[in-house]
């Protein structure tokens, strides 16, 4: 029966609001009855940052600002990881194509560190096919492995 209704706690708050409805009780659901959402997955907010990254840094080399291109390059070659127990669930889901998965991340980091070293050289050409090579790097990725983690990890909400 705990499974069928998710805990006893949530199990007993449903036979209480039953019983007030049948007997014309109204009644108030307090929040902390109802069954948690799983939180975000931080490799979300760790994908909206970099994407947010890589806007700023095509906006900077518009605008030929190589310092900020440098900067927000090294947060990108340097971006956080998600926890342990996290990365473990992501690790699992991709299963076999884990070294495929780690090498897109490590081409990435490679690009990023790449485009950060001709940005400090304020070489614009060389800034920009650095910055391409990091954009072909994220397109790869996220060709290989959005769609089935975006399936996987959102569809459960």
Do not use: Y
Not at 59 to 82: F, K, L
């Amino acid at each position: 029966m705990a499974n069928l209704f998710g805990s006893f706690k949530t199990h007993h708050a449903i036979v209480a609001m039953a019983l007030l409805l049948v007997a014309g009780v109204p009644f108030r659901v307090d929040a902390a009855d109802l069954p948690e959402k799983p939180a975000p997955m931080a490799l979300s907010r760790i994908m909206q940052d970099l994407g947010t990254d890589m806007q700023g840094i095509a906006g900077s080399i518009a605008r030929e600002d190589w310092a900020a291109v440098a900067e927000r390059a090294v947060r990108i070659a340097d971006h956080p990881q998600p926890p342990l127990a996290e990365k473990l669930r992501i690790l699992a889901f991709v299963g076999k194509d884990s070294g495929r998965f780690r090498g897109h991340d490590q081409q990435t980091h490679e690009a990023a560190q790449q485009l950060q070293r001709v940005a400090m050289r304020r070489d614009g050409a060389a800034v920009i096919a650095a910055f391409a090579s990091l954009q072909s790097s994220c397109l790869a990725c996220h060709q290989n492995f959005r769609q089935p983690f975006q399936e996987h990890f959102h569809a459960q909400r």
